[in-house]
């Protein structure tokens, strides 16, 4: 029962499912063995179970009864064929695999994937209604849509459904991890793409501080507005999640018609306490968004307003602890969660450097305490209008490099980017000499090096982060363009 192989036979799809029973078997697959299949029609416990055989056709688990109860006939009247490989295995003290089960139809037995024009039955209805969908769903291109119209389509009826029809069901996800692993491609490629096509400014240099404006080869206009934009527009709106409200998140409202950008870093005052933005997001156009922030006012938990304002951008210090340790916590707990204790005392220390007073220990007091110092530092490195990012390094270290995919974005941030980017250097005694161009180079080839997609992503778009030890960051692909990078040297 295991597919023959035959050239008539096409591959309908793929479903992953569980090994069950392994406790039961002393055999152990790897991640990666080609299993077989062999059903079990005297099985006592199940007249429909499908045995799971190793490479060396030792037993190893069963396909789970739920789906062995729909797949049995299909495989028993000859419609269905099946092949499987081991996903994963995870060495843990209870013995637990996932396969992979490639689905082989052949044209002759395929019937089901004919649509008949007038049901008979209610279950030839439902299997037209699943068929229907399943055919559409060929050409869409959101995954999280696909994944949630074929769970609301398998509560239709689940004892009236058809064999054939729960297959098509088991298949539909199977689109939506084809479409994601295509846009994992695709992000990267695009990353890597306007990396290597950076070309570097004319480098400016004041006291200790070197900036190297970036130029992409290539660029567009942008399909999207900032929360910014957004707010003195009337089309966004950000407020507490609820009346009582969580340090951990915030609700964006967009009523707009085109999608919001949310970099990482930015910092949103107001409502019960201020906030930063942990990772790069896009909001889609008429649509509202929790999104994952850590709080930089650690003395206030009260209202001054009923919504936030976006003001500040966060410092590049803050910002590279805070985006390591998101980066750990969507690696361990599938969130976006930073250290918020971490946080706190970023803040208390930067604070101090700037000699500010802050009845609510408030990152945005000390940023706008220091604005004369970092006023002269503004009008020396004023950065050109070409200029879609920013590389700003010091003698022999970048502090920060920031990309995004338009010169008009780069622009409409930098006055607020500028004076948290500057708040270390003008705090800093020191006159160094011009880092070199080579710094900043090595330093993007070492962000190649490290970019990882992320499993999670809110809203729209694929996230990237950067792993490593040595750096940290965070960014975000859409449509198969960069529309936002942010990488950051991280202290051992």
Known sequence: MTKRISQHEVLLGEIECNLAGMQYCRAIPAAGEKVHFEREPDNTHDRKAIRVENEDFAKVGY???????????????????????????????????????????????AAFLQAVRDPETLPGALHRIVLDAYN????????????????????????DLLPETRLLLALMPGFAQAL??????????????????????????????????????NWHERAYVLLEEALEAGAAEVTETSQHGTVPEILIRNRGECPILLPEGEILTGAKQNRVINITMLIAAQSELVVPVSCVEQGRWSSVSQRFRATHFATPHIRARKCARVMESVACRHSFDGDQSEVWNDVAKELRCAGAESRTASLTDGI??????????????????????????????????????????????????????????AHNDSEDKPASERVVREFVGRVQENLQVLDETRGLGVGIGLSGGTMSGTGLCHEGRLLHLAAFPVER
Not at 139 to 159: F, H, K, N, Q, T
Request: charged share 20%; with cysteine.
């Open 368 to 425: 706008e305490a220091a604005r004369g110092k970092v006023e002269e530092y503004r009008e020396r490195l004023a950065l050109p209008e070409d200029a879609a990012g920013v590389a700003i390094a010091s003698d022999t270290q970048v502090a920060l490099f920031e990309l995004f995919d338009t010169p008009r974005t780069m622009q409409r941030l930098w006055p607020r980017l500028s004076e948290a980017c500057f708040f270390a250097f």
């Open 63 to 109: 396909i789970p009864r739920q789906a062995a109860s729909w797949l049995t006939p299909l495989i028993d009247q000859g419609i269905v064929y099946i092949d499987g490989t081991v996903a994963a295995c995870p060495e843990t003290n209870v013995p637990s695999a996932t396969l992979t089960l490639s689905i082989y139809v052949t044209p002759s037995n």
């Open 136 to 159: 559409a769903m060929h050409d869409w291109r959101r995954p999280a849509v696909i994944r949630d119209a074929a769970e609301r389509l398998g509560e239709l009826s689940r004892r």
């Open 180 to 217: 994601e692993a295509h846009a994992d491609i695709g992000a990267l490629s695009a990353v890597r793409a306007a990396l290597t096509g950076l070309k570097f400014g004319e480098a400016l240099h004041y006291r200790n501080a070197t900036v190297f404006p970036l130029l992409l080869a």
